[in-house]
């Protein structure tokens, strides 16, 4: 039985205090005790100390959006793995399609990251996705094996234990659009095929395969339903207390 886990990714927004109270909140209606799923935010940089301490006692757990391949070093303007595991984050989000598409991110840097970012102690949320055109054009399949191949080379079957995979259809993400559950589950369906077949099947029945995608309180319930499908990474959805609690209740009560 796969848990289910929702994260929040905050993406470049908030305050300081704007995400400290939204930190507090969340913890506040979540409670101190077992949630039954597993619940993450991932805010900006400048922010993860703060909301790492404003969840202290909460078992919402914290995750930065990226890192770089690289250990510490001469990389102005980057930051390192361990220093996100320094600072107390369990997760890093890699290759969201808005690193993908605005900062050029390919699948080889993506891999690069992931190795670096395993090595350093970060359990990974390894984004991938189509883009609308290509959904158009029947390549769903053929974009997501490509992604999934160029973005673990190198990741081994032990590795993949501290991997989560977000399928995330970029024409899905910040439109109000979602994914009908028959379009989530049969894109997640191929996901966990393709760990079968590429990994095992141990791996593939127990790898969590989240959602990403105009995730909210109103479709949440159909989606996190589906057999294939377990949790949510969600983006705007996340900003807001009242918005992000019913999707984690969601999956509480989803089979
Ligand atoms: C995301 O950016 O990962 C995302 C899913 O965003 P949204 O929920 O806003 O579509």
């Known amino acids: 039985m796969r848990r289910k886990f929702v994260a929040g990714n905050w993406k470049m927004n908030t305050t300081r205090q704007v995400g400290v109270d939204l930190a507090k909140g969340l913890a506040a209606a979540l409670g101190t005790g077992d949630l039954g799923v597993d619940v993450a935010v991932c805010p900006p940089f400048p922010y993860l100390e703060a909301v790492k301490s404003a969840v202290a006692g909460s078992a919402i757990t914290v ?22 595991v320094d600072i107390g984050c369990t997760w890093v989000i890699l290759g969201h399609s808005e690193r993908r598409a605005i900062l050029g991110e390919t699948d080889a840097v993506i891999a690069k990251k992931t190795a670096t970012a395993l090595s350093a102690g970060l359990k990974v949320i390894l984004c991938v996705g189509e883009q609308l055109s290509e959904r158009q054009a029947n ?27 977000a399928y995330e259809p970029v024409w899905a993400i910040g439109t109000g659009v979602t994914a009908t559950n028959e379009q989530a589950q049969a894109a997640h369906a191929y996901l966990r095929g393709w760990l079968a077949k590429h990994y095992n099947p141990q791996v593939a029945e127990v790898m969590r395969i989240q959602y990403g995608g105009s995730v909210k309180a109103s479709n949440a319930d159909g989606l996190l339903s589906q ?9 705007g959805a996340s900003l807001k207390v009242d918005d992000f609690v019913p999707i984690v209740q969601a999956a509480r009560k989803s089979k």
């Not at 990226?66 to 930051?79: S, W």
């Not at 057999?227 to 983006?235: E, I, K, N, S, T």
Request: glycine share 12%; proline share 5%.
């Open 63 to 84: 995750g930065a959006q990226n890192c770089y391949f690289e250990k510490p070093g001469a990389f102005t303007g980057e930051v390192a793995a361990p220093m996100l």
């Open 227 to 235: 057999p294939d499908v377990d949790g949510a990474l969600v983006g």
């Open 139 to 165: 390549q769903t399949e053929a974009v997501l094996n490509t992604q999934m191949s160029g973005s673990l080379a190198g990741i081994t079957a032990e590795q993949m234990a501290n991997i989560v995979i």
